[in-house]
């Protein structure tokens, strides 16, 4: 299996970037508009929140679930037992975040998103017709000015030796949304399962850009584009003593919009944070 690490600018790039979708789950990209420098600043500037205990006056709001959601509430993968070792703070347009930190974050959201309307055209573009004829509308703009797609910045605390046996930093997942688009973390460890039900890990130099198929992209593709299981691995020797920030944008399209002839976005969302236990 290979994911593919696809130059954005390249006159290949879309056809390379939706054949790694279509095999593993997974493409890999580098040369797009992301900087590395607001990465990093935002990377640093989280760090800081998530290391001070003031970080629980900005506690999730339970109507809105936006906010910080400590590591004592927060999920269990479909089928594990255990919890997660992670906290995080969920972000939707409009949510506030410590001053500091809202002009970044904002700037992001604004790129990140707006990179993901282009890779969903490219997907399309490649799609074949007899798949893409069932999409209800076109797959970038199911997702524009959706309320739905979320920004959460993820911190996988150092390891301290309280933490339970097996418990591990992202246990085996999919994720419930049409695309997840991700900057590579600080540290390694996420891995993706390939068809032959090996972990491979996936590239994580800086500076590139992580995409992966959700579960709602292989619904509406009946299953033409696999929504890859991953998960994080905890660290092995003085990688244990750093924290590790992720920065996935989940790419959720407006509720009301017809996925497949079972489901709309928004009925499948609720059905899944049900499994998950957050809802
Ligand atoms: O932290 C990562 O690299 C991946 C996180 C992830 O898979 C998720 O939050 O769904
Ligand atoms: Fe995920």
């Known amino acids: 299996m290979n994911v ?44 800081a929140f998530f290391e001070d205990e003031g970080k629980h006056q ?7 679930h936006a906010g910080f959601f400590p590591a004592s509430i927060s999920e269990t993968a479909k089928g594990q ?21 809202q002009a970044d974050i904002d700037e992001y959201y604004r790129i990140a998103q707006e990179v993901a309307e282009t890779l969903l055209g490219w997907i399309e573009a490649n799609t074949p017709e007899d798949v893409s004829t069932r999409f209800s509308e076109s797959l970038s703009s199911m997702i524009r000015d959706s309320h739905q797609t979320l920004l959460r910045v993820l911190y996988y605390p150092p390891f301290e030796g309280g933490e ?19 900057p590579a973390s600080n540290e390694a460890g996420l891995e993706v399962k390939g068809r ?12 590139q850009l992580i995409i992966n198929v959700g579960d709602m992209l292989q619904e509406a593709s009946s299953g033409y584009f696999p929504s890859t299981t991953h998960r994080v691995v905890n660290p092995e020797g003085a990688s244990r003593q750093r924290a590790r920030l992720s920065l996935p944008l989940f790419l959720h399209p407006r509720p009301e919009v017809t996925l497949s002839e079972r489901y709309s976005a928004d009925g499948y969302l609720k059905e899944r944070l049900k499994e998950l236990g957050v809802s």
């Open 4 to 47: 593919q690490n696809v130059d954005y600018q390249n006159a290949q790039a879309a056809q390379q970037f939706t054949q790694s979708l279509r095999e593993t789950g997974f493409g890999v990209v580098r040369n797009h508009p992301v900087p590395k420098a607001l990465v990093e600043r935002i990377y640093a500037g989280w760090a």
């Open 58 to 64: 900005w506690r999730f709001d339970p109507a809105t």
């Open 81 to 101: 037992t255990q919890k997660d070792l992670k906290e995080y703070f969920h972000i939707y347009p409009g949510t506030k975040v410590p001053d500091s930190l």
């Open 164 to 182: 339970s046996a097996g418990a591990v930093r992202a246990g085996a997942h999919e994720d419930i949304n049409l695309i997840t688009v991700l």
């Open 196 to 207: 032959d039900g090996q972990w491979l890990p996936v590239p994580c130099d800086p500076g």
